[in-house]
């Protein structure tokens, strides 16, 4: 799959500014992982851009339906780290990729939603104040810190330095996700 066959199913299901954000972030984040682990940044970077790709559109199937179409692509690999995004839905992550977006995706938002209430942004932004702000269960209570947690552990990574990639590649984004700072 290419990215802009990608690109062009996640416009047909999402359509807000704030999910394509998401979307893009995420897909940078994986994209960040992948040259960290020495993977494939193109495939990894799909399964960023696509995993909520549904979300909008058919809230109460996420993410079957991203899922199904993905396997009539015969694009398994995606289909299947996609259905594991989430522990709570049963799919266990079996592959780096799988793992990667399990940690990448509420972190990513979460980063996010901090530099929106910081006054210079992503400028200046430290993993110590980010993981200060996972504790305020009152700030972006939607985001699950257990996905976080386990997300890191799954991967193998300390939940700072996770962090701080994240930042950085938002931080050299940051005018295309429309982030301060």
């Given at each position: 799959m290419t990215r802009e066959q990608a690109d062009q199913i996640l416009r047909e299901w999402t359509k807000t500014e704030a999910l394509l954000r998401h979307a893009r972030s995420v897909e940078l984040v994986m994209r960040a992982l992948a040259r960290r682990y020495g993977e494939n940044e193109d495939q990894w970077g799909l399964a960023g851009l696509l995993h909520d790709a549904d979300y909008e559109?058919?809230?109460?199937?996420?993410?079957?339906?991203i899922v199904g179409r993905l396997r009539e692509l015969e694009e398994e690999e995606l289909a299947y780290a996609i259905s594991a995004h989430y522990t709570k839905w049963g799919h266990p992550q079996r592959s780096l990729m799988d793992k990667a977006l399990l940690a990448a995706d509420e972190l990513t938002g979460f980063v996010g939603a901090a530099s929106l209430v910081r006054p210079e942004g992503l400028t200046g932004m430290k993993p110590k104040s980010v993981i200060k702000k996972l504790k305020d269960k009152a700030f972006a209570r939607?985001?699950?810190?257990?996905?976080?947690?386990?997300?890191?552990?799954?991967?193998?990574?300390?939940?700072?330095?996770?962090?701080?990639?994240?930042?950085?590649?938002?931080?050299?984004?940051k005018d295309e996700l429309g982030l301060p700072g």
């Open positions: 559109a058919f809230p109460d199937e996420h993410p079957n339906r939607k985001v699950d810190r257990d996905e976080i947690r386990i997300g890191a552990e799954q991967l193998g990574i300390e939940l700072r330095e996770l962090v701080e990639l994240i930042i950085d590649t938002l931080r050299e984004h």
